[in-house]
């Protein structure tokens, strides 16, 4: 099983919709886990951290199941400007790495049509 | 103020050469990291720096690779004898101490340097 690994898509769908992005991950001791966006042919940026009772901001919502070892990224109101790749990142500590190691997802692409 | 930069945007080589790719941190920040991405994968690390010394390299692929931060600021990437599979986006990071977890500390990316090998 792969350490990260998510739906690679693409999803399109239409701006205003409402779209889900689910990751799971193989360690369950995992502790830090983030979600990061990635525009074509640009670097990755820190979209946001998911902490353990869920976070929102603004549009977007991060949630984590521990149990299910499973993250999810959640996007309302989609603009077409959120067209990009999503790439769910978990800290590599208990990967055989440290925690300066983070650990990317194949990302999931969404493009969102007029 | 400035992001992390990196040199070349873009490097051609032929199978078998020696190249060299730069990363400038942003200023102030202590911890440097490498990652390399192909096409349709996401990052995948290789080392990073807490200052000038080289906390983890084991995602250093083998010995052809190396990396140095010999001032604790600009870091070199080194490649010998370069092959095929080593085409990628070489991406750069920095944070302001180790690691992002507990402590909250966002990796900023440079926009790589995509390398190209013939």
């Known amino acids: 099983r792969k350490e990260v690994e998510q739906d690679p898509g693409p999803f399109n769908v239409p701006e205003g919709a409402t779209v889900a992005f689910n990751c799971t991950y193989s360690n369950s001791a995992s502790q830090s886990f983030f979600w990061y966006r990635q525009d074509c042919r640009k670097e990755p940026k820190l979209l946001m951290s998911?902490?353990?009772s869920g976070n929102e901001d603004g549009r977007f919502t991060a949630q984590l199941n521990r149990a299910s070892q499973y993250i999810s990224l959640l996007i309302r109101d989609s603009k077409l400007s959120d067209s990009a790749t999503y790439l769910c990142v978990v800290n590599g500590a208990h990967y055989g790495g440290s925690q300066g190691n983070l650990i990317f997802g194949k990302g999931t692409k969404l493009s969102v049509k007029p | 103020g400035a992001g992390v930069s990196q040199t070349p945007s873009n490097k051609v080589t032929e199978k078998g050469k020696y190249v060299e790719l730069r990363c400038d941190p942003i200023?102030?920040?202590?911890?440097l990291y490498w990652y390399r991405q192909s096409l349709g994968q996401g990052p995948e690390f290789l080392i990073y720096?807490?200052?000038?010394?080289?906390?983890?390299d084991s995602g250093l692929p083998n010995d052809r690779f190396f990396a140095v931060r010999p001032e604790g600021s600009v870091s070199t990437l080194k490649i010998q004898r370069t092959e095929r599979g080593d085409s990628a986006v070489y991406l750069c990071?920095?944070?302001?101490?180790?690691?992002?977890?507990?402590?909250?500390?966002?990796?900023?990316f440079g926009p790589g340097t995509r390398l190209t090998v013939l």
């Open positions: 998911v902490y353990s």
């Open positions: 990071a920095s944070s302001q101490t180790m690691g992002q977890g507990a402590w909250g500390n966002e990796q900023f």
């Open positions: 200023s102030g920040h202590t911890a």
């Open positions: 720096f807490q200052g000038t010394g080289a906390a983890d």
